[in-house]
């Protein structure tokens, strides 16, 4: 029975000459009238859902989820689309692939294979059942390096092949730059391709059989096939006789318009693979199915090819006066066979400098950036093709600027050009940029003109995107600043996407030259193929999947590119008050929400600290790209309803550990940590918070009560009996030690020892002495002050012994980090009103405030901007606020004392994050220990979090990530290091180490 679900365009209505009035259309095929709604609707369109859900609970193994959160967690990928799925099924392995896709037949529920969802077309979103193949289908189940292949589960991310395949000298050439989360399901399913396209090809040269699943239950091995065995099959009959006599008899009938229309450029992605069954190419049906966007048949594994990976790779950094001569240039570089070719305008590096991006220097002068790699098994040989290149550009009047990297120095560029794009796209003031023109390709030769006639196009809409990508490869890519938010705007969009549709075919090219057609180019495919190869995709695709139950009206018989949109002219979400202010976004939490663009940089799992939990769990709803969908998805109320007070968004955020990690690390800068603060304030609004969020969120308020008796404070938590009731109450992990309180806390100390206070009384000399520069403020945090006073003596003998009067607040104060855990913003705002009232003067007068927990400095330098942006003081407050490491690096000939010694640093998320680390390792280095900065992102505890009893399994499979084996392997020789109380308190309890602060180092070579 044919789906009905959706819309089918008619392909006698779909191309109507006729329906777009106002600017002049080039060409006889233009797409239907914009429909009436394009924004998203239907959210419970599956009668059978219920029934379903039942069967495939019952069947598959896996997890199945039809629940509002999941579904609204699927409704999009990276591209401008939106449509709610019916629900979610997690296989655990080819059995269940076969059992969900059984139950789903008997319902006539329509499919949708994903992998990270990725896409940038709309192709990895549809009304549909969800397979998503990342959290158990994911093994490499053989690498045979004699014979160069590997066969991997659809699950399996890009990287992990090829860091197993590395170690054979070997590699899987496409690599889409999100080549560290992208899976080789999805890569088929789109034939990715990437910067070592240039040496191994698209997906589709790299696949050499495919075990598949059709919709209708048959399974079957496909690839290369001999004519003779061909005609065996045809004979054998059945389900696949069927379709290889299909296959043969589009081959037969279309295969002169195949060789006719498909351009022959490097990078024609745009519709099926067709060119692969003609008997030139071996028909070779698993190639054939590369690229078909989950439209045709579930790819169960895959054997895919290896090619031998050059050793050594020199890269070349070559600045041009501009993005159109840089292409013109093309075919010269291609002559020196470049392994890698990429390129970008200078507008993208003027945006990663507004974001404060490092390393930009590194680029060479020009508008026009290109980078050209070289490879070979010799370092000398590489760089010599290198300096050739370089060589042969200094000829001529106006030679580009030229720079050849060293290793370190290419890791740096790469991670520019990969992430560097999509980044400067989010840069202050830039307007909203979107996929939907985003990777046509011309052949290389004609780039150079392509770009010139795709400028004037935009410069006609008043559009901007700037351009980056494969140059190598006449692939190019760009955002542009659509308004896909009103009738007028996304008119203009349809217009505009068919106007340069009919550009690129001009130039032979093709419409996608990478990340496939999906719904942003499905409609415009008979522009490029005309409507006999439309019919021969038709019926190629009616072979597989006779009744349109896989991934519908995607590719062919497509959903217009202006419908499904996930803003649309009638997007209206809802606009709540809220304590953060978010003037980044307008003030709007609904924008804040919308930021994340979905491409899925938080699902990485090879480095950086975004997203510790993610890491762990590999569960979409603990990725930032989870939360952010369905904060996105309240706000719209259709899917998720209820609000503040919604319980599957509570889930979501719940094992978030607020490291901050995504604010700096996701190219969208979405802000999980703060959106859920504000979340749960409101969750709690006019309701009690369960009793550890007072016992941890005030956690400031105890320790000064415990101060006044520690010994009894410390005697009673451990008291048996007591300490069991007290764990019990709070929900505490049995495995977690209570941390003791000091005996004299740092303030006691101080007072003891007569440091100066700070209080207003001392106002006037502060003011007075504030001019010569040395005075400062050492800010007694309530972990360094209650819990480990040492940290904070040792920070005022290092500042005293470099010369600064160090003054001590004697109040109680407390920056309130604890609270923002707890969504407690009512009572954090007033905390912060104090020390701004407090402190008044102090501030006032410039004193810089050194604060030793990074997680009490990040308060001061983030959440107080966002909670009072247009307070002075409180601006100044964020700007007088450093890290020990920031004000001793900047302090003016402070010299600081040597040390002999190795040390392991880890740095706590929130230094990494909204200090970074520079300032630490730079001073460390001048003190000339031997450093090793640990890649270990978060160390799981964060605050409180790793206290709770239903969080300690995660709190410890983050710390065991990186953190915690590599602490236990450094050798008695080593200090560890960490700013992070939390950080320290998870290696203590850990591994029985005793990490220390940068100022108990400092300390410790001071007294050497
Ligand atoms: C920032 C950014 C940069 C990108 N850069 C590149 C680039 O350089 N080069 C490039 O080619 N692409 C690029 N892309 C697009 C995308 O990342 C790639 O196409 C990627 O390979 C998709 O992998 P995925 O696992 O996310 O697939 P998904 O998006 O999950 O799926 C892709 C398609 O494959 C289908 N599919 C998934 N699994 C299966 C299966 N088991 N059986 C059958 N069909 C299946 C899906 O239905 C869908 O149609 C980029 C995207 C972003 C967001
Ligand atoms: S704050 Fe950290 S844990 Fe939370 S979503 Fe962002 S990256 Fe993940």
Request: hydrophobic fraction near 35%; include cysteine; aromatic fraction near 8%.
């Amino acid at each position: 029975m044919p789906v009905v679900i959706g819309k089918r365009l008619d392909s006698t209505t779909q191309y109507d000459a006729n329906s777009f009035t106002g600017r002049s259309l080039t060409t006889m095929h233009t797409l239907s009238p914009m429909p009436a709604s394009s924004h998203a609707k239907p959210v419970d369109s599956f009668p059978q859902a219920v029934e379903l859900e039942k069967a495939l609970s019952r069947d598959v193994r896996g997890e199945v989820r039809f629940d509002r959160g999941s579904r609204a967690m699927y409704a999009t990928d990276g591209s401008n689309y939106r449509q709610i799925p019916i629900g979610l099924v997690v296989p655990r392995d080819t059995e269940d692939v076969m059992a969900a896709i059984a139950a789903c037949r008997k319902y006539d529920a329509p499919v949708l294979p994903r992998g990270a969802g990725t896409s940038l077309a709309g192709q990895c979103c549809n009304v549909a059942v969800v397979l998503d193949f990342t959290k158990y289908m994911n093994r490499i189940l053989e690498l045979d390096p004699e014979r160069s292949f590997a066969r991997v589960q659809p699950g399996v991310v890009l990287d992990t092949l090829r860091n197993l395949a590395e170690r054979h000298q070997l590699t899987f050439a496409p690599d889409p730059s999100t080549h560290n989360r992208c899976t080789i399901g999805g890569m088929i399913g789109n034939n990715s391709c990437g910067t070592h396209s240039l040496l191994g090809g698209k997906t589709v040269d790299n696949i050499e059989e495919l075990h598949i699943l059709l919709y209708d239950g048959t399974e079957m091995t496909v690839g290369p096939t001999a004519e003779s065995e061909v005609d065996l099959i045809i004979q054998g009959g059945g389900r696949r006789g069927e379709i290889y006599g299909k296959l043969r008899s589009i081959r037969d009938q279309y295969g002169d318009q195949v060789r006719a229309r498909f351009p022959r450029i490097p990078r024609r992605v745009s519709g099926f693979n067709l060119d692969e069954l003609l008997p030139e190419q071996g028909f070779n049906v698993a190639r054939a199915l590369v690229g078909t966007e989950g439209t045709c048949a579930t790819v169960l594994d895959a054997k895919v090819r290896l090619i031998h990976s050059p050793q050594h790779r020199a890269l070349v950094g070559v600045g041009y006066r501009d993005a159109f001569i840089a292409a013109d240039h093309v075919p010269e570089v291609l002559k020196f066979d470049p392994i890698g070719y990429e390129g970008f305008e200078g507008s993208i590096v003027d945006g990663l400098r507004a974001k404060g991006a490092a390393k930009l220097d590194l680029l060479p002068e020009g508008r026009g950036i290109v980078m050209v790699e070289f490879g070979a098994d010799d370092p000398e040989h590489a760089r010599s093709l290198a300096q050739q290149l370089i060589d042969r550009l200094k000829e001529g009047p106006h030679a580009p600027n030229t720079r050849l990297y060293t290793k370190e120095e290419a890791r740096h560029v790469w991670s520019l050009r990969e992430s560097g794009p999509r980044a400067a796209a989010f840069a202050p003031g830039a307007k909203p940029q979107w996929e939907g023109w985003d990777d046509a390709a011309v052949a290389p030769e004609k780039l150079g003109d392509y770009l010139r006639d795709i400028r004037k196009l935009l410069d006609e809409y008043g559009y901007t995107g700037a351009f980056y990508g494969h140059y190598g490869h006449g692939c190019i890519h760009m955002r542009v600043s659509f308004d896909l938010q009103s009738e007028a705007g996304i008119r203009s969009y349809g217009e505009f996407v068919e106007r340069a549709a009919d550009l690129v075919v001009s130039y032979g090219g093709s419409l996608s030259g990478e990340h496939g057609d999906g719904q942003s180019r499905g409609a415009l495919l008979p522009k490029m193929f005309g409507p006999e190869l439309m019919n021969a995709f038709r019926e190629f695709k009616a072979a597989w999947d006779p009744h349109n139950h896989l991934n519908p009206h995607k590719v062919v018989d497509a959903y217009l590119p202006t419908e499904n949109l996930r803003l649309g002219s009638d997007y209206k979400p809802h606009e709540p008050k809220t304590h953060f202010k978010f003037l980044g976004d307008d003030g709007s939490f609904a924008n804040a929400a919308a930021r994340c663009i979905g491409v899925g940089a938080c699902r990485k799992l090879d480095g950086g600290s975004m997203c510790p939990s993610y890491m762990v769990t590999l569960e979409e709803e603990h990725s930032t790209r989870g939360r952010a969908h369905m904060l996105f998805e309240m706000l719209q109320g259709e899917v998720i309803d209820g609000g503040w007070r919604n319980e599957e968004v509570k889930k979501a955020l719940d094992l978030c550990l607020a490291c901050k990690a995504c604010k700096s690390e996701c190219p969208a800068n979405v802000d999980i940590a703060t959106y859920k603060s504000e979340f749960l304030s409101h969750y709690y609004e006019g309701r009690l918070r369960p009793l550890r969020a007072y016992a941890f969120g005030m956690i400031d308020q105890w320790a000064g009560l415990a101060a006044r008796a520690p010994r009894t404070a410390n005697g009673l938590s451990n008291a048996p009996g007591f300490n069991q009731l007290l764990r019990k109450a709070l929900g505490l992990a049995p495995q977690r030690e209570i941390p003791r309180f000091a005996i004299a806390n740092f303030q006691q100390w101080a007072r003891k020892h007569s440091v100066p206070d700070c209080d207003s009384q001392c106002s006037h000399a502060a003011q007075e002495s504030a001019s010569d520069g040395r005075e400062v403020i050492l800010w007694a945090d309530t972990f360094n002050n209650y819990f480990r006073p040492g940290t904070s003596q040792a920070a005022h003998e290092v500042l005293t012994d470099a010369g600064f009067n160090v003054r001590v607040p004697q109040k109680h104060l407390c920056c309130g980090r604890p609270l923002y855990d707890f969504g407690m913003l009512d009572r954090a705002k007033k905390y912060l009103q104090r020390i701004l009232q407090v402190l008044g003067p102090q501030i006032d007068a410039g004193i810089p405030i050194v604060v030793l927990e990074p997680s009490c400095a990040s308060v001061f330098r983030d959440e107080l901007a966002n909670l009072f942006p247009a307070d002075a003081r409180a601006d100044r407050l964020r700007r007088q606020t450093c890290l020990l490491s920031e004000f001793l690096a900047k302090a003016p000939g402070y010299q600081p004392p040597r040390l002999s010694q190795k040390v392991l640093l880890h740095g706590h998320c929130h230094h990494k994050s909204v200090m970074k680390m520079t300032d630490e390792e730079a001073l460390l280095r001048r003190m000339g220990v031997e450093l090793r900065t640990l890649d270990s992102g978060c160390c799981g505890m964060a605050g409180p979090f790793g206290f709770e009893k239903d969080k300690y399994e995660v709190s410890q499979a983050v710390g065991e990530r990186v953190l915690l084996p590599a602490v236990r392997q450094a050798g008695p020789d080593t200090i560890v290091l960490t700013d992070g109380f939390s950080c320290r308190e998870q290696i203590f309890q850990a591994t029985g180490h005793h990490a220390v602060h940068l100022a108990e180092l400092l300390q410790i070579a001071l007294r050497h």
